[in-house]
């Protein structure tokens, strides 16, 4: 696929679910690929009722966006006032990051670097100065790595629970856009 397209940034809707879920579904079968499936798991998000059910959760109650490139989905993330429940709010106001991913189809596209400059940009455009995110940091820490290249600092460290992988390593990260 050619690196020289448009990447165009809009609202997600309800009707965007199929794809986000397509999204996930490419990341993990790319990531079971390479060996690396604590992050993820190694099952299609689109075939995991409790996976679903949180995709539409944060695009119906959050802010979601759509990257496309050349007219195409290529990467989503949705923005919320406060993280979700294996963190603490910040002392301030924010907004914060979930569910970023990509069709990696479109790997090294930069929809991904677009969308988090669009969220600060939204972050900014709200008078809010805090944007953060948390990612897994387990493996070779390419995700922490992502989000430093795209204006991040790692804060807290944290190990969660998720299903199939009780000590799930994770890094939050935060942005100053103010």
Known sequence: MEKNGKISIREGRPDDIPAILGMFDSAVEWLVAQGRTRQW??????????????????????????????????????????????????????????????????????????????????TRRAGISLLRVYCYAGDDRKLVAFYERNGFIPTESFTASVPGNDAWPGQVLARRVL
Not at 74 to 89: H, I, S
Request: net charge negative; proline share 9%; glycine share 8%.
């Open 41 to 122: 798991g190694t099952a299609p998000w689109s075939e995991n009722p409790r996976a679903v059910a949180m995709i539409t959760k944060y695009v119906t109650e959050g802010s979601p966006y759509i990257a496309e490139y050349d007219g195409v989905p290529a990467a989503t993330l949705t923005l919320t006032d406060a993280p979700d429940q294996c963190l603490e709010p910040a002392d301030e106001p924010e907004r914060f990051i979930h569910i970023l991913a990509s069709d990696r189809r479109f790997k090294g596209h930069g929809a991904g670097a677009a969308l988090l400059a669009h969220a600060a940009e939204e």
